[in-house]
């Protein structure tokens, strides 16, 4: 065994690949763009050519392929299914960014009342379902009634439909919407949620459709095959209204596994690689022959997306009531370390819960430094000093001693936590890390079961709404506030925000909102998480956007003639 | 021997009744809700399910009535029965025990009755060190190593580091497909059998040697009988008695370490469907697979009983001496 | 596990005398280790003076006043300082006396000799003192299962009857219940914010094991003369039991125990890689297995796995060898 050891050691302490690089040959010179994550222009352009398959690697495998049941409507797989094999009646317009304007899609047009309370659309007339009936307004209606239906286990995505007074199809191709209440975001979200199937498909017990598992929609592609834990495979649908996706194929691998993913990738496997890991998205940014695959074989692409992370401290806790022991804390976080070695200098440090190209963001608002004097300060002011010299802080005979949960599956946490705690344990506050797995980790925080916990929050559309998230009211079992944040202020805004109908004011609104959050210290503010993805060489026109790629407009070039 | 068979199954039935009830226990005792998350970020979903209006014990015997039926519900996850799930990851399981404890004991057995047949060679004494090194050595550990360096990580890319076929299997022709499924396995299959391929051949090489050193076998030998004979026809089939106990012990083991194969080597099985199943709180495949596990384990034990029952008649008698 | 108890080892007596002396050694060693490891691998050094104050065992004791301090930075502001044996601690991120900055993890070179991880942490430190959690989890484990199935054992072999018929029933239980299940429910179950639910778990599971062992034990002893002659004294059974079966029961099970502890240690890591570790201060050798596995291919820091499995395996491959000892010392006497 001794002499396998050695062997072992031997082998790992051989180069990965023996060709030894005399000077860097030029295809493995990263370019500028490459290097960046920007697309050249040349793999948008060219002529599309009809045929091959377009294969693609996603990191989670879905419950089932309804969108609207609670258990399948994760929100990844919505990328991959709502555009290609599903549609709604109106689309993100990807040309529009960072605004991202409704364009429509199933339906031709529509009209809101100026009281905003009626919605009126005009279905778009001759598209047909991959079974081959045809769309009409009976099926939307059936999509809203089985959205809507108390007995099915749709609560998450019924929620934006709750005030819905009644719905009309007064004939084939016309549905009209009445709502209890004029809200901002209720013609995008009646327009841009529902995926549609044919209503036939929707009688029944919802838990046991068929189209869970084999779905129908009105999309380019139409379902083909699911082998479970492996692949999910679409098939080209002749009979599209619109014009005709290049690709034959879609073949979406679910790999969870991110070093199986990253092996499976340099194999050449996947014409889109998805979620790439910021250490991996490094390691093969060296000129080397090993990194050959990677720099001649793939394009790179970095992009923005809605989200950001963040830590929580919860406030019903004696330690996190007051504003400036919150405040201290964002200053002992360690930015530029974690910056420099958990991020790599991918992430975009941010203290604005809204989209951050968007203009809800106040850009005068800046980070808190990384000032642990600052923040000594801060908290003796708040009152917790080292009375009893056993350098641990302390106040009211309470030593500063809290636990943060974690979500145990959470690479980013895992290195993040050891690095706080002892920036933290210097400052004269203990923290303990409990790790906890992904299906208590939800409900601890739901139920304010927590001291501290962290969380990313994502959308795929910039126009959001963050009552659920900041109100006070939301706080508490049915919400998103789980740090109990309360302030009458912000209150106040949310609620004004919720009925302004012009962009302009309530952006300005919005910024009010995001300086009061950061002013609070609401949250320990992290960082935006982009997209890091790569596209395969020869896959022509797929364009990152924040409504994802638009997979239509893709095409294989054909391989060079020799 | 029917009644023995008969006893042994009586035996087993408050056993398989005791598993299940710690399955049905631990599944109703853990905390949190089905759900689907994302495990680095996005707006999670918890799905509040309503608890079933009825005592403990009375679920406790509405499923265990639908188990002996093989119903076993549907999965919380994904809502497909749950006995779909089962029939798609149990093959991929015993298909990876049974290999290893076929390799396992294929090579086990020559390797002993070597080391007993040449005591003092040089390989055998290295064999025996190498053995007794390979049983400490953790399965993990080893299934990392191999991945790291056999699989083109760090090293040349000899085999394939995930799952039983190549994405492209399917056109490769029945032939092909063994090949290719065949390849697949050679690395889980390593991993899965050498620390019981280690124990069994020190259990051999013992026995050998003690039978060697009995009476017939120095009568056999001083009638002039040959030495290959000796070794096969008169020592080996004794000593083989105490190897063919170790069948019961090794089964229940190589089911266990496949969780730990499977996960590394990333095989949709049994350990896999669980593990997914825990994490996800799908309590109706979680007790599916405890359950399962637990009778093809409590089969596979009775099997090795019989089988030793077969081999020698005293045990019909008074039960196995385990 | 194979239980190993029941082999017979036909290896030549001297030789084995030096396997049990080498195990022996080896297990003497890794006890020093755990016991002293806050002395071996430490942010703070052994003693120290600084601002006009000597500080005895910093690396124990860790005054306040040395909060903000490491080996690192006493270097240059201590009049004189003795440090340990590996001048870092097991949570000291980015650790370097050398004032490095380059992303870590860290190949091993003369600075770290094992490396760093990807926080720059000391894998040798963190090897170290994960030696404890490793150890006290074998030990801890073996040692529940160890009262548990000694007491339960005797009494099954001393009363038979119904004792004996529920024992074996629950022996075939946690023998064929699947394991990992066990401890992953349990995981969900009991919140593991210490090794306790750990570790009396693993003792729960294999308590069944010693059980059969002294059951076994105790059937032959009572039918021997000299308990035979203390029961026609008229001595009562516990004390028959304390005093006559329990001490000669205990050879071959403290053999069994030996192996047991090798078997949790194995455990341990086998659930810390599958994801239920031990949210130990400082992690266990499975855990460290755990966390490497990501950053093995990219960016290809093999030594954040190889060295903690060599710690395992030879942990492991020590309490055979005097699992192995104690056997032949018991079956020759």
Redesign the interface.
């Known amino acids: 065994m001794r002499r396998l050891v050695l062997a072992l050691l031997l082998l790992a302490a051989c180069p990965k690949k023996s060709t030894p690089d005399a000077g860097v040959s030029p295809e493995l010179q990263p370019s500028a763009a490459w290097l960046s994550g920007q697309l050249p222009a040349s793999a948008l352009a060219g002529t599309p050519v009809k045929g091959g398959t377009f294969t693609m690697r996603v990191h989670v495998e879905p419950n089932g392929l309804n969108r609207m049941h609670d258990q399948q409507a994760e929100g990844t797989m919505t990328r991959y299914t709502v555009g290609p094999l599903y549609e709604t009646l109106a689309e993100l317009d990807r040309d529009t960014h960072p605004r991202y304007d409704l364009k429509p899609l199933l339906a031709e047009k529509w009209e809101e009342s100026d009281d905003h309370r009626t919605l009126t659309v005009h279905l778009r007339r001759g598209v047909r379902f991959h079974d081959g009936s045809t769309f009409s307004s009976r099926d939307v209606k059936a999509v809203v009634d089985a959205v809507r239906n108390p007995k099915n286990p749709t609560k998450a995505i019924a929620s934006y439909f709750e005030d819905i007074d009644a719905l009309a199809t007064p004939d084939d191709h016309t549905v009209v919407v009445k709502w209890k209440k004029a809200y901002f975001l209720s013609t995008r979200n009646f327009l841009t949620a529902l995926p549609m199937m044919p209503s036939k498909a929707l009688e029944g017990d919802f838990d046991t459709l068929a189209i869970n598992r084999a779905p129908i929609g009105t999309g380019p592609w139409k379902f083909a095959s699911w082998e479970t834990g492996r692949a999910l495979t679409f098939v080209r649908f002749e009979g599209y209204w619109g014009a005709p996706a290049w690709f034959d194929q879609v073949v979406i691998r679910f790999v969870k596994d991110e070093t199986v993913a990253a092996q499976l990738w340099e194999k050449g496997e996947f014409d889109l690689m998805t979620r790439i890991q910021p250490a991996v998205w490094r390691s093969i940014e060296k000129p080397e022959a090993g990194n050959a695959w990677a720099i001649s074989g793939y394009h790179r692409v970095m992009a923005s997306e809605n989200n950001y992370g963040w830590v929580g401290w919860n406030e019903q806790r004696q330690f996190f009531a007051d504003k400036k022991v919150r405040t201290a804390l964002g200053h002992l976080f360690p930015y530029d370390k974690v910056a420099r070695n958990i991020d790599l200098g991918l992430e975009e440090p941010t203290t604005c819960p809204y989209f951050a190209q968007g203009p809800s963001c106040d850009a005068s608002v800046k980070p808190l430094a990384y000032d642990p004097k600052l923040a000594a300060q801060l908290l003796d002011e708040a009152g917790w000093r080292d009375t009893n010299q056993d350098g641990v802080r302390d106040k009211d005979g309470v030593p500063f001693k809290f636990t943060f949960v974690s979500n145990a599956y959470s690479v980013k946490l895992g290195k993040l936590l050891p690095l706080l705690q002892e920036e933290l344990r210097k400052a004269g506050i203990e923290m303990d890390i409990e790790k906890v797995e992904a299906g208590s980790y939800i409900k601890r925080l739901r139920e304010q079961d927590f001291d501290a916990c962290s969380l990313t929050w994502s959308n795929a559309d910039p126009v959001q709404d963050d009552f659920p998230t900041f109100h006070s009211s939301q706080a508490g079992k049915s919400g998103s506030n789980f740090v109990g944040y309360r302030n009458p202020d912000v209150d106040r805004l949310l609620e004004q925000i919720r009925e302004e109908f012009d962009d302009g004011r309530r952006a300005a609104l919005e910024r009010q909102v995001h300086r009061a959050l950061y002013e609070d210290q609401v949250y320990l503010f992290l960082t935006n998480r982009p997209t890091l993805d790569a596209v395969k060489v020869g896959v022509q026109g797929l364009k990152p956007s924040l409504a994802w790629y638009d997979l239509r407009r893709a095409w294989r070039a054909a391989p060079p003639r020799p | 021997m029917r009644r023995y068979v008969f006893k042994r199954l009586l035996q087993m039935l408050p056993t398989f009744l005791g598993i299940t009830v710690i399955t049905f226990a631990i599944a109703h005792l853990a905390p949190g809700d089905p759900l689907q998350l994302d495990p680095e970020s996005s707006r999670a979903l918890s799905v509040q399910v309503a608890p079933p209006a009825e005592p403990l014990p009375t679920q406790y015997l509405r499923w265990l009535e639908r188990v002996l039926t093989f119903d076993f519900g549907r999965s919380l996850a994904d809502q497909r029965p749950v006995t779909q799930k089962l029939t798609e990851a149990l093959p991929k399981t015993l298909l990876l025990a049974l290999l290893a404890l076929v390799v396992a004991y294929g090579l086990a057995i020559p390797l002993g009755v070597y080391q007993a047949a040449r005591p003092r060679s040089l390989v055998s004494r290295a064999l025996s060190t190498l053995l007794f090194v390979a049983y400490s050595v953790p399965v993990f550990w080893v299934a990392v190593m191999v991945l790291l360096f056999l699989t083109g990580g760090r090293g040349p890319a000899l085999f394939p580091f995930e799952g039983l076929h190549s994405p492209q299997s399917a056109s490769y022709g029945p032939l092909g497909y063994l090949a290719d499924t065949a390849w697949h396995l050679v690395l889980p299959v390593a991993c899965l059998s050498y620390a019981t391929l280690a124990v069994v051949s020190r259990q051999v090489r013992a026995s050998m040697t003690h039978a060697l050193a009995q009476d017939y076998v120095q009568a056999a030998r001083a009638r002039g009988i040959g030495r290959r004979s000796i070794l096969f026809r008169h020592a080996l089939r004794n000593s083989l008695l105490p190897v063919v106990t170790m069948l019961s012990f090794s089964l229940p083991s190589l089911i266990g370490g496949s969780i730990v194969v499977e996960r590394a080597f990333g095989i949709p099985g049994m350990g896999s469907l669980a593990f997914e199943a825990i994490g996800q709180r799908d309590y109706p495949v979680v007790m599916a697979v405890s359950t399962l596990t637990a009778v093809v384990t409590l089969l596979a034990v009775l099997g090795a009983d019989l089988l030793y029952a077969v081999v020698d008649p005293r045990i019909r008698v008074e039960g196995p001496s385990r | 596990?194979?239980?190993?108890e029941?082999?017979?080892?036909?290896?030549r007596p001297a030789a084995k005398k030096g396997r049990g002396r080498l195990g022996l050694a080896c297990l003497g060693g890794l006890v020093v280790t755990a016991l002293g490891a806050d002395l071996l691998a430490s942010d703070l050094p052994l003693a120290v003076r600084v601002d006009a104050h000597t500080y005895l065992l910093p690396a124990l004791t860790?005054p306040?006043q040395l909060?903000?301090s490491n080996q690192g930075t006493l270097a240059q502001t201590a009049e004189w300082q003795l440090g340990t044996p590996i001048p870092f601690g097991p949570?000291?991120?980015?650790a370097t006396a050398t004032g490095r900055t380059d992303?870590?993890p860290w190949a091993p070179d003369r600075e770290h000799l094992l490396g760093t991880d990807?926080?720059?942490?000391d894998v040798l430190a963190r090897l170290i003192h994960g030696s404890r959690a490793s150890l006290s989890i074998g030990f801890g484990a073996v040692l529940i299962s160890l009262l548990v199935g000694l007491l339960l054992g005797v009494l099954a072999g001393w009363y038979r009857g119904l004792v004996d018929a529920c024992l074996?029933?629950?022996t075939?239980?946690a023998?064929?219940?699947?394991?990992?299940?066990?401890f992953?429910?349990?995981?969900?179950?009991l919140?593991?914010?210490s090794a306790l639910p750990l570790v009396i778990g693993m003792g729960l599971l294999r308590w069944p094991d010693i059980a059969?062992l002294a059951r076994a034990e105790t059937l032959k002893l009572r039918e021997l003369d000299f308990v035979l002659a203390a029961r026609v004294l008229g001595a009562s059974d516990a004390r028959i039991l304390w005093r006559h079966v329990v001490p000669n029961a205990l050879p071959p099970v403290l053999v069994a125990a030996t192996f047991g502890v090798?078997g949790a240690i194995?455990m341990e890591?086998?659930l810390a890689?599958?994801?239920i570790?031990v949210?130990a201060p400082t992690a266990s050798w499975g855990e460290l297995?755990f966390?490497?596995?990501?950053?093995?291919?990219?960016?290809?820091a093999?030594?954040l796995?190889?060295f903690p499995?060599?710690a395992?395996?030879g942990t492991?491959?020590t309490m055979?060898l005097v699992g192995e000892a104690l056997q032949d010392l018991q079956s020759r006497s």
């Not at chain 3, 596990?1 to 190993?4: D, N, S, W």
């Not at chain 3, 990807?118 to 942490?121: I, K, M, S, T």
């Not at chain 3, 023998?175 to 066990?182: A, G, R």
């Open positions: 596990m194979t239980p190993a029941e082999l017979v080892l036909p290896w860790r306040p909060r903000l949570n000291q991120t980015f992303a870590a990807e926080l720059g942490r074996s029933r629950l075939e239980m023998f064929t219940f699947p394991t990992f299940f066990f992953i429910a349990l995981a969900g179950v919140r593991f914010t059969r090798a194995l890591c086998a890689f599958l994801g570790g949210p297995l966390q490497a596995q990501r950053y093995l291919v990219h960016p290809g093999w030594w796995a190889v499995g060599l395992v395996a492991v491959l055979n």
